[in-house]
T-cell receptor, first 115, second 116 residues
Framework: GAVVSQHPSRVICKSGTSVKIECRSL??????MFWYRQFPKQSLMLMAT?????????EQGVEKDKFLINHASLTLSTLTVTSAHPEDSSFYIC???????????FGPGTRLLVL | AQKITQTQPGMFVQEKEAVTLDCTYD???????LFWYKQPSSGEMIFLIY??????QNATEGRYSLNFQKARKSANLVISASQLGDSAMYFC?????????????FGTGTRLQVFP
């Protein structure tokens, strides 16, 4: 069964609105979760590392005020795309690090389309 | 410089045959981990196999095995007895160092197509 869930799986929104994506670790407590973005026919690019109880660490070039990350519990991290624009349309996928094996398990991803 | 290199954008293999997907990496950190993930058209990333830099033996998981050649910095994935369901994108990834900041760096992927 799924180890990491993600919701919603697909979202279409108008330009200027904000979208929240949830990532849940189902089988283990994850102090660290990761958010990636994948454009069509490209690889996964790490956006930020989400740490439970502290601020997220963003990769170079990723606007922290635009992509808000909250990791309020050991099983939930959220990514909010604020004031979304068409160029934010992408596949967003999260992962959770299993502390016992250090393996990252991925959620099923969220396809975001901004009109 | 690319940290993870997958030189094969696409590969074809006939059903029941074995196929090798190439991956080379670049790091100066003595502690690292190498992963392979499968991404079908649905988009989910499915963990296949893991090799630690200090592991003495090549990792195996069912039909998947990792040909780890440390001196050459390569970690090729071998899929034996290919099945039609193996058709997907395959990504090699590397984790450097230890601890909670162990982010993954992905290669550009190889699209594998299995034909009858």
């Amino acid at each position: 069964g799924a180890v990491v869930s993600q919701h919603p799986s697909r979202v279409i929104c108008k330009s200027g609105t904000s979208v929240k994506i949830e990532c849940r670790s189902l089988d283990f407590q994850a102090t660290t979760m990761f958010w990636y973005r994948q454009f069509p026919k490209q690889s996964l690019m790490l956006m930020a590392t989400s740490n439970e109880g502290s601020k997220a660490t963003y990769e170079q070039g990723v606007e922290k005020d635009k992509f808000l990350i909250n990791h309020a519990s050991l099983t939930l991290s959220t990514l909010t795309v604020t004031s979304a624009h068409p160029e934010d349309s992408s596949f967003y996928i999260c992962s959770a690090r299993d502390p016992t094996s250090a393996t990252q398990y991925f959620g099923p991803g969220t396809r975001l389309l901004v009109l | 410089a690319q940290k993870i290199t997958q030189t094969q954008p696409g590969m074809f293999v006939q059903e029941k045959e074995a196929v090798t997907l190439d991956c080379t990496y670049d790091t100066s950190d003595p502690s690292y981990g190498l992963f392979w993930y499968k991404q079908p058209s649905s988009g989910e990333m499915i963990f296949l196999i893991y090799q630690g830099s200090y592991d003495q033996q090549n990792a195996t998981e069912g039909r998947y095995s990792l040909n780890f050649q440390k001196a050459r910095k390569s970690a090729n994935l071998v899929i034996s007895a290919s099945q039609l369901g193996d058709s997907a994108m395959y990504f090699c990834a590397m984790r450097e160092g230890k601890g909670n900041t162990d982010k993954l760096i992905f290669g550009t992927g190889t699209r594998l197509q299995v034909f009858p």
